[in-house]
């Protein structure tokens, strides 16, 4: 999350040393932007020869889907969303640690598209869940003292992206598995292939592991970033509490991924919706509604009707 710091970082909110440059008033003095957490991934397209097995508008729409679809009936083709399953692996460094039943490799296929010759493919994703590089977001303090406020002018960003080696050595493990997951007698039908679209394909054979380190240098990028805000006890360490409170602030709550303590073991998306609803239920304590007793005559109601 960025939003969230800048906004802090610009109410003095944040590192005292790094506002102070910046010759905004501090507030509080915490840790803002200190641990941008995310899921490193790699995206690539695999070909698919048998296409009459891919769930694919291109192949599947009929009329009478589009009917059922109109008549208000949730299935069939058009209920999809474009997202295909989801698979957890564990990998071989979290085996060694005796992390068995800890998932920290994360797989995503999307439903199967069809580019503009009519040929189908489908687009997989390869993250890491549980990676050991740890990113910063700061102020970029100078343009703050030239009078930019625009956020994307401001926002100094570092992921430390494969900064650790381990990160680089589970994206290539995850690439691995998809394509073992790919040779398993369900998927087997498909007839997938690999399309070399990277450019790292001119110097290496593609799908070899030379290849597939290259794609990842070259083509990682991040996903279910949060943590700039991080929740916890102490504010040495932590932006607000475990009720969303700002440590040292009245009445200012952080409710995003921003508060992530640590990074998901997942895609971020519920995770977030239950902040949203642990949030809402401690505000909602804090400061109920009055409820107010309302008293109803019925007794000169003669036609039965409330």
């Known amino acids: 999350m960025y939003g969230s710091p800048m906004l802090m970082f610009k109410s003095g909110i944040g590192p005292a040393e790094m506002l102070n440059k910046a010759k905004i008033p501090v507030v509080a003095d915490l840790p803002v932007g200190k641990t941008l957490l995310y899921h490193p991934y790699i995206q690539f397209n695999i070909s698919v020869t048998n296409s009459s097995k891919l769930v694919s508008l291109y192949y599947n729409i009929t009329k ?15 209920s999809e969303v474009g997202i295909g399953p989801q698979a957890y692996f564990v990998s071989s460094a979290a085996k060694a640690a005796g992390e068995n039943d800890w998932p920290d490799l994360m797989y995503l296929r999307r439903n199967g598209l069809v ?6 493919y489908i687009l997989v994703e390869a993250s890491v869940g ?16 030239r009078g930019k406020r625009k956020n994307e002018d401001l926002a100094l960003i570092d992921f430390k992206l494969l900064d650790n080696k381990s990160d680089e050595n589970g994206l290539l ?14 998927l087997k039908t ?90 809402s239920r401690e505000i909602l304590r804090a400061h109920p509604f009055p409820i107010k007793k309302v008293s109803v005559d019925t007794t000169t109601n003669t036609t039965g009707e409330l």
Do not use: Q
């Not at 996903?223 to 006890?233: D, H, K, P």
């Not at 009720?243 to 602030?249: C, I």
């Open 130 to 145: 549980r990676p050991k590089d740890i990113g910063e977001i700061r102020l970029k303090t100078k343009a703050y003292l």
């Open 64 to 78: 009478e889907k589009f009917d059922t679809y109109l008549a208000g009936k949730e299935d069939g083709i058009l």
């Open 190 to 279: 498909l007839d997938v292939n690999l399309i070399p679209d990277s450019p790292c394909s001119t110097t290496n054979l593609a799908g070899s592991d030379a290849y597939w380190v290259c794609a990842i240098r070259s083509e990682c990028s991040v996903g279910s970033v949060g943590g700039t805000c991080r929740m916890g006890i102490d504010d040495k360490d932590s932006v607000v509490d475990t009720k969303f409170r700002v440590h040292g602030v009245k009445n200012l709550r952080i409710v995003d991924a921003s508060v992530f303590p640590t990074t998901t073991n997942s895609y971020a998306n519920a995770p977030t919706l239950l902040i949203a609803e642990k949030a």
């Open 115 to 120: 580019n503009e010759s009519g040929k189908a």
């Open 173 to 186: 493990e995850a690439i691995k598995n998809i394509f073992i997951l790919f040779n398993t007698k369900a």
